[in-house]
């Protein structure tokens, strides 16, 4: 039997049906994390964090200002492309994945 190919793992993977739907998701992958990049060099300075900051401040920059401008960049493009509906349900599933590790490490304590 022939090993499938990464397109025929992400269709089930993703749950998609078509080839197309899954280059449709990865260009807006792309395109988020590109335009993310463009928007980190615009928002950081404004927020007074340059290359001289410590890596402490960066940090924090990046997960309480990146990452939710991340979450909904992905969520514009996915509309734009006619996948809104992927995104959003994939954007539920990784906070669920976040919100359990949170609950799990706070119960081993």
């Known amino acids: 039997m022939a090993e499938k190919s990464p397109i025929e793992r992400l269709k089930e993977r993703w749950g998609v049906t078509s080839r197309w739907q899954v280059a449709v998701i990865l260009a807006v992958f792309a395109c988020t994390g590109f335009s993310i990049l463009y928007l980190k060099k615009l928002l950081l300075p404004l927020l007074g964090i ?4 410590s890596t402490t401040a960066r940090i924090l920059a990046s997960v309480f200002v990146i990452l939710p401008l991340y979450q909904v960049v992905l969520l514009i493009y996915g509309f734009i492309f006619g996948q809104f509906r ?3 349900e994939f954007e539920k599933k990784m906070f669920r994945r976040i919100a359990a590790s949170f609950r799990r490490k706070t119960v081993e304590k």
């Not at 340059?50 to 900051?53: A, E, I, L, M, V």
Request: glycine share 14%; charged share 30%.
């Open 86 to 88: 992927f995104f959003w």
């Open 50 to 53: 340059g290359d001289d900051s």
